[in-house]
């Protein structure tokens, strides 16, 4: 019997397993293709901040950004390569938010460092910028070094069945509590008001002769050069869905738009190719992750019945799965947010510590039963 069962091994499964190592507990992992296969195994996993004038996500991501730096730094700093990051804005627009995000940021801001600047693009020296101290992870070896400590099965969780006091997985293993780390590939757990977008994303990784410092973010993001090599990502492509397009992704196409933006940037010199990586993000529909215990529908719909149409509904009288959670949802931003929401997680599940309605998956089922 296990304390807990990961379902997913991506970046969220992952910091989750590794906080629940951390106390002292037996930890399962499950992935049907491997450790940081999905999503994450694609990810150029630059951890930066939202340079936006203002909102939610951008306050959620700022302390991500401080929580997740400082995290990497201190548990992992062998997959954590600290970097100058460079966010230029593509348009008047971004030139104007990122020139109010400057007025009002806490962050110590950089200049351009010179042997950069000479190597940017006429429109790139242009426009306006923020350039601050971040970072870049190494996705694959983040992951694996997470799960050292848990138990790993490569295996497709079919089933999940609750038997008294405790998760059945594929009949074969039992853990008291269950979190869902499924990114955008799969919905173990079919409610109807849970939804996500899933936004297919390529990077390559690519020789060249210039010498890059930096992280640059504009149409697409270029990483410092490391042993002549940089990444380049990523694409969003709404269209493609690996598991319901029946044809096969382009990936000369997805190259030649990634090349054509960096090189908007930033002036490339004898161009390779050398590897594609390719995997879904996962979105909710109003950016905020999705964090917490899943409420049961069918049983709150019942229960619930005269409270489900009040304005402000109280997300503690529905019903929920016992010891069922969920992390999800993180969009472009899961090497940023999953460390920090690992974190609030653990200590819910652990210690019983409220997570904010704000990012509770309650408040699609509140909006799901309103307009039933
Ligand atoms: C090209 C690209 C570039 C990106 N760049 C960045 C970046 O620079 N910075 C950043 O912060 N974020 C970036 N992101 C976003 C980031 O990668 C995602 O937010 C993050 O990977 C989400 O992690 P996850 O663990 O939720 O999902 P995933 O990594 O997709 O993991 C989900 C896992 O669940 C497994 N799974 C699903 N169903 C089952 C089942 N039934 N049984 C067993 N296993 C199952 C899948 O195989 C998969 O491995 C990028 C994403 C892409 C695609």
Redesign the pocket.
Same mark, same amino acid.
């Given at each position: 019997m296990y304390d807990i069962a990961i379902? =997913?091994?991506?970046?969220? =499964?992952c910091s989750v397993a590794y906080e629940f190592i951390k106390e002292g507990k037996r930890v399962i992992i499950? !992935?049907?293709?491997g450790i940081? +296969?999905?999503? +994450?195994?694609? &990810?150029? &996993?630059?951890?930066s901040p939202k340079f936006s004038k203002a909102g939610e996500l951008k306050e959620m991501l700022h302390s991500a950004f401080l929580y997740s730096y400082d995290f990497y730094d201190k548990n992992f700093p062998q997959n954590f390569t600290k970097a100058q990051l460079v966010h230029i804005a593509k348009d008047e627009a971004d030139d104007e938010a990122l020139h109010i995000y400057k007025q009002n940021t806490q962050l110590p801001l950089q200049k351009i460092p010179i042997d950069l600047q000479i190597q940017l693009s006429e429109d790139a020296k242009k426009r306006e910028y923020v350039s601050i101290d971040a970072g870049v992870v190494d996705a694959q070896r983040v992951c694996n070094d997470m799960v050292c400590g848990a138990k790993f099965v490569k295996?497709?969780?079919e089933t999940l069945i609750f038997d008294d006091d405790f998760w059945v997985i594929n009949e074969s293993y039992s853990a008291r509590n269950v979190v869902l780390?499924? *990114?955008?590939? !799969?919905m173990?757990i079919k409610e109807p008001y849970i939804k996500l977008r899933g936004v297919w994303?390529?990077?390559i990784d690519i020789t060249t002769t210039i010498q890059n410092p930096c992280s640059i973010h504009q149409y697409v +993001?270029i990483s410092p050069s490391d042993e002549g090599k940089i990444a380049i990502?990523?694409t969003h492509n709404v269209h493609f869905h690996p598991e319901k397009n029946k044809e096969a992704y382009d990936i000369e196409q997805g190259r030649a738009e990634l090349l054509q933006k960096a090189a908007k940037t930033l002036n490339l010199e004898n161009v390779e190719v050398i590897q594609d990586?390719? *995997?879904?993000?996962?979105g909710s529909f109003d950016y905020l992750p999705m964090l917490g215990s899943l409420v049961l529908s069918n049983e709150t719909l019942l229960t619930c019945k005269g409270s489900l149409h009040v304005k402000k509904p109280d997300y503690s009288e529905y019903v929920y799965y016992p010891n069922l959670t969920m992390i999800?949802g993180? %969009? *472009?931003? %899961?090497?940023?947010l999953?460390p920090y929401l690992a974190k609030i997680l653990t200590e819910h599940i652990l210690h019983g510590k409220k997570i904010s309605e704000r990012i509770s998956p309650a408040r699609f089922f509140a909006r799901w039963a309103k307009r039933r």
């Open positions: 379902i =997913g091994a991506g970046i969220n =499964g499950f !992935d049907k293709e940081a +296969s999905g999503g +994450s195994g694609a &990810a150029g &996993a630059f951890v295996e497709k969780v780390a499924t *990114g955008a590939y !799969d173990l994303g390529h990077r +993001s990502g990523a990586y390719m *995997g879904l993000r996962s999800n993180s %969009g *472009g931003y %899961g090497f940023v999953a």
